[in-house]
């Protein structure tokens, strides 16, 4: 029955496509929390809920089904979920949405007719405020994190009081020649450079003004310019960097969470102490990060929620979390327990807490970080003074912030704020499919549907797959485009969004490339300029190199095979390792490429501070990646041609450059074309290499288009902007595919 | 124009035994020299030094006057045809044809001239225009000898040129392959493997087997004249037949037949010998002496046939008119003049000067 067979398979593969589109309901008397929790942390959760359910859920016939996401898809996927009443009951996460959820409505459900003073007592003050915004409660505190200070006991027997103390301290442990220093941290992050900035005051006033001009901010930057000046810290500083300077006892003290603790080389014996005090006596203020648990609006069981929430936020859940879960509990009867209290790492984080700030839970700090980092990185460099990197900040900021808070008046203004229905958007395929459907078309498609059946039949799981997976996130992403859809307004009907052609007018028609201070680096014209010069550049060179290795592979030489493997390696690890290899290999103190400079005798670069040399660090990255394909396909395309040839050309006098002149080169061009249409193509979209090598510095003046939208979209969170700006990356794509594919057939035409 | 000369040339691949261990061959200024010879043996090999394409080992290769082993291929002043026809595909026949002419740097104009007149010569100037794959199998071979001839090289050399075409085109092509040297007479080496294009080409042709040169000579000198059985063979369809023989006093004895030699013959020739004895010479009729063979098979060739005839384990072919042809499975008498026997040592080298008289007198006996 080979027929049967072919049915059963074919049942099979529309099973499978028709299961991806179905999700199943819950029942009604389960209690869904979600949470992004691993490993011991994930551990001690799952304990508490087994216990939840066995006693308190048990009595009021409650279970809580808990769902682990993956770190990087959570915020996205509770930002679909919640507004739209399918999300869960509860959740964990970090506190500093809660401005943005609360601004934008049906998101977090206020809790301030449960929570009872008495829980409320369980809870440090800083952890309470950052649960509120705007005076009203959202959700109670979990755990908390900040930074502190980490040093090493074998170098630093006492942490150091003061900050004047630290930095002494710092000078006589570093080594630049051998690469010990006395103090690292990420202090190009903001998060890190928070210990500083709220000691000056903090960016945010205490009514919510964007304040990272005032003289307390510019004084923080100073202060910064000031360790750094010391030498006593690394250049360039990642979180890899810093552990592993910690792990092999080359940095005296660190600066960081306990998320490094788990890291920690065995043999290092560190202690923990809260930061120091800076000169004025005043302690420095690091950002606390807290984890607060949610309930959302849409839960059918805000009470059995809210019983978990108090569970969950217990004494005897505090001390599980902080034994088991190796966490920071919200709840200080956690650091009474002695099992906790013999932990002076979790004690000193405990202190820390009590001159930490919260981050800011305001919908504009959202907007804060990318800039800050830049005006950071900007400072550090001395490409501006602290003022300038300061008075930038705040204008560029507080724009973003206007457009945000006119945006969200128009919100307020509208009476309508329910949740847009997916629904409407089948009618685009409906309607497709209704057009197709009518009169002769239909039966056209009809014949061939039915001519070519077993084939359809085939094809279909696929061509709905395409449909699900492709088409629909493109036709999305161009609607998109049409709106002025940001984080805060994702969920408000489309009608109120649209935009027309905003966005592509913004984006087209500033012109303004220079303006008195430079470059503006973020002008379309300019990215535009960088990618188009990035990807003929990188043509040029993989197709360079490509062809002379091929030349060179293309002759019998002993150990030939050998060569072609490992020059096929590149290709064959994943390109983003190979990427942060390269950075790793451009750092300007540690990596092996200014070694090698200064062991010739040059001066170190500072790869990554201007444009040209920033530019030349992803090439090198790309052209290392790509040319073992060029290389392949061009020795692929050698060896179709005929030996005889060279050996007619030969008779006739022809030199080695007339022969590759009129004969390699010319028959190579069939092979290369199409390499080349694909090469530009994926380098023109060559997200990885970017964003993981040079990272678009300075100051994104090296990004190409598809970085830039990325930024856009999830840094600056402007869906929208960034759906018009992916379009063009599109179209610009499109007109070459098509101009490449004329040119190609007018001059096979032309043969 | 040139004479070619390769005295003790050797070629050497790796470290096998040589290729070609010691070759010695003049070629005449204006001559046509084919090479043949069986697969393997060497010939494109040999072309290929004289070429330029392939290093010399050793030994010395003269073109004209001038020592030549280490010349580069383009300074030789030589054309070659190859079997592949080795045309550039993405270059029209004009720009195939005038390639040779551009690299040496020819004014433009003179390469126009030079590439028209030619292509007038070989009736290709409506082509001009095309590629070559838009071009037949004998088109392309006319465009392949037109970019030889346009440079007006010193020697021409085809390696199989022919090979790739049908036996009419085949034909065709060789007629005109001859007419062009008659008119030219360009010095020209020619390898193949056909037997009808070495005979009707060459001026003279050299033999070879195992890297080694076996004869030269005039197509008649070496259908007459073979110095040995490898050539005997070589030569001639069917090839000569040739079995062993046994000389006892003056009586020669084999499979076939016993007969009388001369007594001066008998003196020149071993005991132990073989004989040669082309198909063709054998026929029904006649009063020269006979031979007796079982008839294994016959093979129709239209005008004519050949019979296959036994003698205990050893075999012989004979080329008869249809009307004589036997019955197979029947034993039959064939007529011979002991004057078209060949003499040869077990080594296969020929007996020099030993013929045997038409005496008339030879004893006939019947076979074993
Ligand atoms: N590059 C090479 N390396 C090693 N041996 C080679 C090489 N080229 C040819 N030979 C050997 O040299 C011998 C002569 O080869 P050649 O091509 O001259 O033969 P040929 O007479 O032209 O044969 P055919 O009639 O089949 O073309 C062969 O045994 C061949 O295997
Ligand atoms: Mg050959």
Redesign the interface.
């Known amino acids: 029955m080979p027929d049967l067979r072919k049915y059963l398979q074919i049942a099979a593969l529309w099973l499978l496509g028709a299961s991806a589109l179905l999700a199943g309901p819950a029942s009604a008397e389960e209690i869904r929390l979600w949470h992004a929790y691993r490993g011991e942390e994930k551990a001690a959760l799952e304990n508490l809920l087994e216990r939840f359910n066995a006693t308190v859920g048990h009595n009021s016939g409650h279970t809580v089904i808990p769902l682990a996401i993956p770190f990087d898809s959570y915020a996205d996927k509770l930002s679909a979920a919640l507004p739209r009443g399918r999300g869960p009951d509860l959740f964990i996460f970090a506190h500093d949405r809660i401005g943005g959820w609360a601004l934008s409505g049906n998101t977090i459900a206020a809790v301030d007719d449960f929570a009872s003073a008495a829980i409320l007592e369980r809870f440090p003050q800083p952890l309470r405020d950052a649960m509120s915004f705007e005076g009203k409660l959202y959700g109670l505190p979990f755990n908390f994190k900040s930074v502190a200070l980490i040093y090493n006991r074998d170098l630093v027997p006492e942490p150091p009081a003061t900050a004047a103390d630290m930095l002494a301290l710092a000078k006589r442990h570093t080594d630049q020649a051998r690469g010990h220093f006395g103090l690292a941290f990420e202090y190009t992050e903001p998060f890190y450079h928070g210990a500083l900035l709220n000691a000056g005051g903090g960016a945010f006033s205490a009514d919510g003004e964007l304040q990272v001009d005032s003289s307390g901010a510019v004084g923080a930057l100073h202060t910064l310019r000031e360790w750094l000046a010391t030498g006593a810290l690394p250049s360039e500083p990642t979180s890899a960097l810093v552990s592993g300077l910690f792990n092999q006892g080359r940095a005296a003290m660190v600066i960081n969470g306990p998320w490094m603790l788990s890291e920690i080389d065995p043999t290092i014996d560190y202690g923990v102490a809260p930061l120091p005090l800076l000169d004025n006596g005043e302690p420095l203020s690091p950002w606390a990060a807290v984890e607060g648990l949610f309930l959302s609006p849409a839960s059918k069981h805000p009470q059995a929620a809210w019983a978990l929430v108090e569970f969950l936020t217990s004494d005897e859940a505090a001390l599980e979390m902080a034994t088991t879960g190796k966490q920071l509990p919200a709840n200080s009867a956690a650091f009474s327990f002695p099992e906790v209290q013999q932990n002076p790492v979790a004690m000193a984080f405990r202190k820390q807490l009590d001159t930490a700030q919260p981050i800011p839970n305001l919908a504009e700090m959202t907007l804060l970080w990318t800039p800050l980092r830049t005006a950071l990185q900007r400072t550090v460099k001395g490409t501006a003074t602290p003022e300038e990197a300061a008075r930038e900040l705040q204008a560029g900021v507080q724009q973003d912030i206007d457009t945000l808070r006119a945006q969200q008046q128009a919100l307020t203004n509208q009476q309508n704020t329910q949740a847009a229905p997916l629904w409407p958007w089948l009618l685009i395929p409906a309607g497709l499919i209704a057009f197709l459907l009518t009169g002769t078309r239909r039966r056209r498609i009809a014949a061939g549907l039915q001519e070519h059946r077993t084939a359809a039949s085939f094809v279909g799981p696929a061509a709905i797959g395409m449909l699900v997976l492709v088409f629909f996130p493109l036709a999305y992403g161009l609607l998109l485009s049409f709106t002025d859809t940001t984080m805060f307004n994702e969920h408000t009907p489309l009608s109120s969004r649209w935009a027309g052609l905003d966005n592509y007018v913004a984006i087209l028609s500033d012109w303004r490339i220079w303006n008195e201070s430079g470059v503006r680096f973020d002008n379309f014209y300019w990215t535009l300029g960088i990618t188009i010069a990035w990807t003929l550049v990188n043509l040029a060179l993989t197709v360079l190199l490509g062809l002379g290795l091929a030349l060179a592979l293309n002759k019998p030489f002993r150990g030939r095979n050998l060569v072609r493997v490992l020059l096929i390696l590149p290709w064959a690890i994943p390109n983003y390792i190979t990427a942060l290899i390269w950075k790793g290999l451009f750092h300007p103190q540690f990596g092996a490429i200014n070694q090698f400079v200064v062991l010739l005798g040059g001066d170190p670069v500072a790869w990554f501070d201007t444009v040209t040399a920033s530019f030349f660090t992803g090439v090198i990255t790309n052209v290392w990646l790509g040319f073992p394909f060029m290389m392949l396909v061009i020795l692929g395309g050698l060896q179709t041609i ?1 030996s ?2 060279y ?9 080695r450059w ?1 022969q590759f002149r ?2 390699t080169l ?2 190579l ?1 069939p092979t290369l074309l199409p390499a080349v249409v694909m090469s530009v193509i994926w380098t023109f979209n060559m997200f990885n290499v970017i964003y993981l090598v040079s990272d678009g510095a300075p100051a994104g003046a090296n990004d190409i288009l598809i970085t830039k939208a990325f930024r856009i979209g999830f840094e600056k969170y402007q869906y929208a902007y960034a759906s018009a700006y992916s379009t063009i990356v599109l179209l610009l794509l499109l007109a070459y595919a098509i101009w490449q594919t004329r040119v190609t057939r007018m001059t096979e035409a032309a ?1 | 124009m040139a004479s070619i000369s390769l005295k003790k040339i050797v070629k050497q691949y790796g470290q096998q035994a040589a290729t070609i261990p010691g070759l010695d061959l003049e070629i005449r200024d204006g001559e046509f020299m084919v090479l043949v010879g069986p697969s393997g043996c060497g010939k494109s090999t040999t072309l290929r030094m004289i ?3 392939e290093s010399v080992s050793d030994g010395e290769l003269r073109i004209g006057e001038r020592l030549v082993n280490d010349v ?4 030789r002043n ?3 045809v ?1 079997q ?1 026809y ?1 045309l ?3 270059m029209t026949v004009f720009e195939n044809m005038a ?2 002419l551009r ?2 740097k020819t004014p433009d104009a003179k390469v126009r001239e030079q590439v028209e007149a030619t292509a007038r010569a070989l009736g290709l100037e409506p082509l001009l225009q095309r ?1 070559p794959g838009e071009l037949s199998g004998g088109q392309r071979q006319r465009v392949a000898l037109g ?1 030889a001839l346009v ?1 007006n090289p010193d020697v021409f050399l085809f390696d199989e040129p022919l090979s790739n075409l049908d036996a009419e085109l085949r034909t065709q092509m060789r007629a005109e392959i001859a007419r062009l040297h008659r008119t030219q007479g360009t010095t020209s080496v020619y390898v193949t493997h056909d037997q009808v294009e070495a005979m009707t080409l060459g001026d003279r042709i050299a033999i070879m087997n195992g890297g080694r040169l076996m004869q030269v000579g005039t197509p008649a000198e070496l259908y007459s004249a073979p110095d040995n059985t490898f050539v005997a063979q070589f030569m001639g369809s069917p090839p000569m037949n040739i079995f062993s023989g046994q000389r006892d006093g003056t009586r020669l004895r084999t499979a076939f037949f016993e007969i009388e030699l001369p007594t001066a013959t008998a003196a020149a020739l071993p005991t132990e010998l073989q004989v040669g004895l082309r198909p063709e010479c054998l026929s029904t009729t006649g009063t020269a002496a006979t031979l007796n063979g079982r008839v294994e098979m016959i093979e129709c060739l239209g005008h004519e046939g050949l019979a296959y005839l036994a003698a205990g384990d050893t075999q012989l072919r004979a080329k008869l008119a249809m009307e004589q042809l036997p019955q197979t499975g029947t034993d039959a008498v064939l007529r011979f003049n002991p004057a078209d026997l060949y003499f040869f040592d077990t080594n296969g080298e020929r007996i020099a000067a030993t013929s045997v008289e038409p005496a008339g007198t030879a004893l006939e006996t019947a076979g074993a």
């Open positions: 005929p005889d040839l050996e007619a050309a030969r008779m006739e006098g022809a030199s007339q009129r004969i010319p028959m061009r043969k | 070429a330029g394409l580069a291929a383009g300074e030589i054309a070659m190859f592949s080795a550039y595909p993405h390639f040779g690299v040496r590629k970019r440079r």
